[in-house]
């Protein structure tokens, strides 16, 4: 065991884990915040994605101690103006079925749109190739994209 | 609805389990259990006939509605659309709706089935009725309490968004009315509303569940986190039935936080439980156990070995499904005038993104358990049967689901049970028990594999005049409290969808056949349609290109007369899908139809092919499920449903064994569709009804593989008759 200081959603916590412990398990046992998902354990379905320093990270693969970053969890996505668009346009399109992959989907969604405002259709299946939704809300997953990315142009200008 | 026939005398099978079973027109089963006195099952009694509207509405003094849904919600949207029935008829103002998921109790039964569940897509199709009389009966109440208050009869008021309007400009609001109403007797009989009256229902209305499914909050049975819970994970033995001969636990009891280890029974055979504080710690541990497993005689199937067995069962005939018209017919047909095709299925995992999962708190005289359960009535009786518990011991909360497809509808409750049999070891101490996606992967419980032989006499008129199927692949339902389905030595999920087709085929003869196999079986969304449609859509595609007609043409032209939703939705599809005549060069479409649950669909698809594997640009849907109770939900059911169905379309979509091992593990060798492998837009198209609304979840699933080799057929001219399609 060992003590690792975290930045989640913009506060410190300590944990006290296993270093090998998945960002993701610190997340769903240790802070309670059980948005980010376990859907495979080996990043290949993106419903563990969070933000590590930016940048759209599988929390189920990467243990606490390689951590250096500050982390944005679903739960504090909203505090952004993307996340916030992003998160709109999801329920404003009817995105979601049973939800469960949506928390990975609206954080690829964001870490794309930060990137690339005007995504094309081959950036979006680049930046959501990744995420799997077995109720396959995909083509809705697409309108939401595009609906947000242009909430975010028309708030910016 | 269809005409409901009981079946066969029960009396004389071996069964604990008495149950009545009737089998609807168009597919879809009907069930009822019934009392003998000697099963836990058995004896749970039958949905009451008359349902109190105080089990299903709540209105709070705040002026919010609850209402509770008697079904688990697991992406189909019934978590809306059941309130939306009862507000509707309440006239409940609907931006003050919560919904609720009920317990596991007799009141939430369906109607129909007469257990607690969802599957055989009846959600809405078993409870519009029963939702729309309760919401009635509700405002009847309300309205009686105050037409007292103001001293003039109930017909002098009307209601509207959750408030009584009375003579002379009074008014009340359901919430101030409510104590009062609560004490009026529940009214025998009410009148519903006339269609034209709707206000809610027919109504795109948003999905309830969105907001909190968009921002973390909401709990699915996996978040369930309670004081001094612990973690369960179960090392299954590698083979179906192993049991544990020895285990070495040393390793992993030497890690911090891990609890117990002990070997449970399970389904078939036995495997080792740990039980540690926390997911991580109880990972590791599985990984550390050292166990020498007992395999002697337990079956090690092997899907090649099965595929060349399987393919040799189907040159011979089968158990008879449906024998009709002259079953020489073919003979007289010449050879040049036959189609001859064999079909390759395999075995498919549902792989819900929530991983499976229970947890359960035993309390010696009475437990708790919270489910992601479809079977709700079954599972509370298995936990309680594991802890010697009556099921009404056993409180049973129905948790949100992430995803489902039947994955937890299973007969043998194996989850459950496994969290109970940790449950009662560790008694006071709440469990929780995760599948990990590798137990899902390789835990058996799939689509089971099938090979179908089909040879078809085409006419002068280049119509089929003789056709003869056989279907071979394990019985979903034998051996399982529905073991009542299988007549004759046919288990009707393994020919719905060809013995029932709509198509006119004057000599028609199916059989099948079951062999036993130690991979256990389960259904998958759409069930037998998930094989059968791919068969004969295809064929029939096929057909229409021999015969030179237009694809939607010939269907129309193959149809019973009778058969007026298929007509419906191919003219719905031939208006919307003007598209398929103009395509670029490279690009082809490709139509298939087909009817499951008593909802039709048509789909035309748009492909290319990019890598060797079918691009699909677009899908063009047309439906017909009666009245669409909610149009945007119906919708995102048909979307979602369709890319669903290509999982068994991907290259990497087939689970195999080889000497009894799974040979995939994750979502690495078993690949469902992700964003680009799905149709860019889908289209769905509703044909306008006021008949009874019919289900939703299945029915997409069937139509999709078949349109797609359709289209590629038309760009390469091969036929695809082997799944998974690993290349084009």
């Not at chain 1, 609206?106 to 749109?113: C, E, W």
């Not at chain 1, 005007?118 to 995420?131: H, K, L, R």
């Not at chain 2, 209402?67 to 949207?77: A, D, H, M, P, S």
Request: overall charge positive.
């Amino acid at each position: 065991m060992a003590k690792y200081r975290l930045t989640v959603n913009g506060s410190e916590k300590t944990v006290d884990v296993d270093p090998s412990t998945p960002l993701l398990w610190v997340l769903r046992e240790e802070l309670k915040l059980t948005g980010t998902k376990y859907g495979c354990g080996i990043s290949a379905c993106g419903a563990c994605t969070v933000h590590v320093s930016g940048v759209a990270t599988r929390s189920c693969v990467v243990p606490v101690s390689l951590i250096g970053g500050p982390i944005v969890t679903i739960e504090g996505a909203g505090k952004d103006p993307v996340g916030r668009a992003v998160q709109n346009a999801w329920v404003e399109k009817d995105v979601v079925q049973c939800g469960y992959c949506q928390s990975g989907q609206i954080m690829s969604a964001i870490a794309l749109l930060k990137e690339t405002p005007n995504p094309t259709d081959t950036n979006i299946e680049e930046s959501m190739g990744g995420n799997l939704c077995r109720c396959a809300t995909y083509v809705r997953i697409r309108e939401a994209i595009t609906s947000a990315s242009r909430q975010i142009k028309q708030g910016a200008a | 609805m269809p005409p409901i026939v009981k079946t066969e005398d029960s009396r004389n099978l071996n069964r604990r389990s008495f149950i009545q079973i009737t089998t609807a027109a168009t597919g879809g089963l009907l069930i009822s259990l019934y009392l003998d006195g000697s099963s836990a099952i058995a004896q749970q009694a039958p949905p009451p006939k008359v349902y109190p509207p105080d089990a299903f509405v709540h209105v709070r003094r705040d002026g919010h509605i609850v209402i509770t849904v008697n079904r688990l919600e697991f992406g189909q949207g019934v978590q809306t659309s059941l309130p939306m029935i009862l507000a509707d008829e309440m006239d409940a103002d609907w931006s003050k709706v919560i919904a609720e998921l009920a317990p596991a109790a007799d009141v939430y039964k369906d109607p129909l089935f007469g257990i607690q569940m969802v599957g055989g897509s009846g959600s809405i199709a078993h409870s519009f009725q029963q939702y729309r009389e309760l919401g009635a009966k509700a405002r009847a109440m309300l309205v009686a309490a105050a037409a007292d208050r103001w001293k003039v009869t109930p017909d002098q008021c009307r209601t509207e968004n959750s408030i009584v309007y009375g003579p002379g400009n009074r008014l009340a609001h359901y919430s101030e009315l409510a104590g009062d109403a609560a004490r009026k007797p529940v009214p025998q009989k009410v009148t519903l509303k006339n269609p034209s009256e709707f206000r809610i229902i027919g109504k795109r209305v948003p999905r309830l569940d969105s907001k909190s499914k968009c921002d973390g909050s909401q709990k699915f049975g996996l978040d369930l986190d309670l004081p001094g819970m612990k973690i369960a994970l179960v090392a299954h033995p590698p083979v179906f039935g192993g049991r544990l001969k020895s285990v070495d636990d040393r390793a992993a009891r030497s890690l911090d936080g891990v609890r117990d280890v002990f070997e449970i029974p399970l389904a078939k055979g036995s495997g080792v439980a740990v039980v540690a504080d926390r997911f991580w710690t109880a990972k590791q541990a599985r990984d550390r156990l050292k166990i020498e497993w007992d395999l002697a005689g337990v079956e090690r199937p092997d899907t090649v070995q099965l595929l060349a067995r399987y393919k040799q069962l189907a040159t011979t005939e089968g158990n008879v499904a449906l024998n009709q018209g002259d079953i020489k017919a073919m003979d007289r047909i010449p050879r040049a005038n036959r189609i001859v095709a064999e079909y390759e299925f395999p075995y498919l995992a549902h792989a819900p993104m929530e991983p499976l999962n229970a947890t359960v708190k035993f309390e010696g005289d009475k437990a708790e358990a919270w489910v992601p359960s479809q079977f709700q009535t079954m599972d509370q009786v298995a936990i309680g049967e594991v802890l010697g518990l009556k099921p009404e011991q056993v409180t049973f909360h129905t948790e949100f689901a992430g995803g489902g497809f039947g994955r937890r509808a299973v007969t043998d409750s194996h989850v459950p049970r496994e969290a109970a049999l940790i449950a009662k070891r560790l008694r006071g101490t709440p469990v929780k028990l995760i599948w990990s996606r590798e137990d899902d992967v390789r835990g058996g419980y799939y689509r089971p594999m099938h090979v179908h032989r089909v040879e078809i006499g085409i006419g002068r008129d280049g119509m089929p005049v003789a056709w003869r199927h056989v279907v071979v692949g394990q019985s979903l339902l034998a051996g399982t409290p529905f073991a009542m389905m299988v007549k004759d030595g046919v288990d009707e999920t393994a020919v719905e969808g060809t013995k029932d087709t709509s198509y006119s085929i004057p000599n028609f003869h199916v059989t099948a056949h079951h062999p036993t196999v130690n991979v256990p079986v389960l259904w998958w969304r759409s069930v037998g349609h998930t094989h059968s449609a791919f068969v004969m859509e295809t064929l029939v595609d096929e057909l229409a290109i021999r015969a030179k007609v237009d694809p939607i043409a010939y269907r129309r032209k193959l149809l019973k007369a009778d058969a007026k939703k298929l007509h419906s939705v191919l003219d719905l599809l031939d208006q919307k899908s003007g598209w398929r005549k103009a395509l670029p060069k490279g690009r082809a479409a490709g139509i298939a139809c087909h009817e499951s649950f008593e909802t039709a669909v048509a789909c035309a698809v748009e492909v290319s092919i990019e890598n060797k594997r079918p691009r699909i640009h677009r899908a063009t849907v047309a439906v017909n499920c009666g009245l669409a109770v909610n149009p945007l939900s119906v919708e995102s059911q048909f979307q979602g449903g369709l890319g669903f169905g290509l999982t068994q379309l991907m290259a990497k979509g087939a689970i195999t064994l080889k000497d009894g091992l799974v040979e995939q593990r994750n979502f690495d060798g078993y690949a469902p569709p992700y964003i680009m492998e799905v149709p860019t837009t889908i289209d769905v198209h509703i044909v306008p009804s006021t008949e009874a609304p019919t289900g939703c979840g299945e029915p997409p699933v069937p139509v999709i593989s078949p349109a797609v080799v359709n289209a590629l057929s038309r760009l390469t001219g091969k036929r695809y008759r082997t799944l998974p399609l690993i290349t084009v």
